[in-house]
């Protein structure tokens, strides 16, 4: 069984920053990609960032030079450090992977969301 489990949501004021942290754990043979998506109220999931194993990074548009992405593979983790947080920021930011077994099944995995909010 997988599980993955996020911190540091909040709530920060505009131009603050933030740091979320997603761990996972469980049988986990390898990790390809691992990714954060948000969704604010009313609105469908979106993307915000995605990593791959290798280190490569893509970002929404929107966050483009505000936010970071990053991984530590040994330790099954992915980071999103926000800067200059906006109030069209504020969502529910779920990280997800998607994680090997041994047997060669891959399944992708979401964790239970973490709220930030941007507001004075």
């Known amino acids: 069984q997988v599980q993955l489990v996020e911190s540091g949501g909040g709530l920060v004021q505009p131009g603050g920053s933030l740091r979320l942290s997603c761990a996972a754990s469980?049988?986990?043979?390898?990790?390809?990609?691992m990714g954060w998506y948000r969704q604010a109220p009313g609105k469908q999931r979106e993307l915000v960032a995605v990593?791959?194993?290798?280190?490569?990074?893509n970002y929404r548009d929107s966050v483009k030079g505000r936010f970071t992405i990053s991984r530590d593979n040994a330790k099954n983790t992915v980071n999103l450090q926000m800067n200059s947080l906006k109030p069209e920021d504020t969502a529910v930011y779920y990280c997800?992977?998607?994680?090997?077994?041994?047997?060669?099944?891959?399944?992708?995995?979401w964790g239970q969301g973490t709220q930030v909010t941007v507001s004075s």
């Open positions: 997800n992977a998607d994680i090997n077994f041994r047997g060669g099944t891959s399944y992708r995995y």
């Open positions: 469980g049988s986990i043979f390898s990790i390809n990609a």
């Open positions: 990593i791959t194993s290798g280190g490569s990074t």
